[in-house]
């Protein structure tokens, strides 16, 4: 038996990521940011959703772009720190011991200690009510190489990803399966008849 509970969001996990906007060095700022995930592959697009009041709100609308930074559990106090501090108050980057990059398309910064950071220019932004959803096309992705073998691919599970539950942080490496595991057909072995 299930007991209902009054409409509200319950789609987790969700990804627990750094989204860092601003222009030039004066204006840089990080967020974290629950409210995000792919909404296209060709081409690729995603998108975030951020309150209107927030800080970064308005530097994103400004500059047209942003880069969301993937997490890890070495990055979960600095994930935390800046979902709950204001760039108005301080240099977020400095105080959560993170370092601002260079992008290599958009006019944002990257977060260095992020494994991969997802460079977006925004297409669109649509009001929802508590927050507003900024549309964006992947334009480039940065991954650290450090994360990438000999044959070119990508070790996510290296990465130890976070994610964000409920209000409360996990890890994410541990896999259960890969794409098609449940219809992928078994190898049959034949045996030699004596």
Known sequence: MKKSFKPGTMIYPLPAVLVSCG???DEYN???VAWTGTVCSNPPMCYVSIRPERYSYDIIRRNGCF???LTTKVL???TDFCGVRSGRD???FRQAGLTPGKAQVVNAPTVEESPVSIECRVVDIKPLGSHDMFLAEVVNVL???RFIDENDKIDMAAMNLIAYTHGEYF???SPTGFFGWSVRRKKVIKRERK
């Open 171 to 173: 890890d994410v490496n």
């Open 76 to 78: 979960a106090r600095a």
């Open 23 to 25: 222009a030039t060095p």
């Open 67 to 69: 880069v969301i930074n």
């Open 30 to 32: 990080v967020l974290t």
């Open 143 to 145: 991954v650290d190489d």
């Open 90 to 92: 301080m240099d977020k």
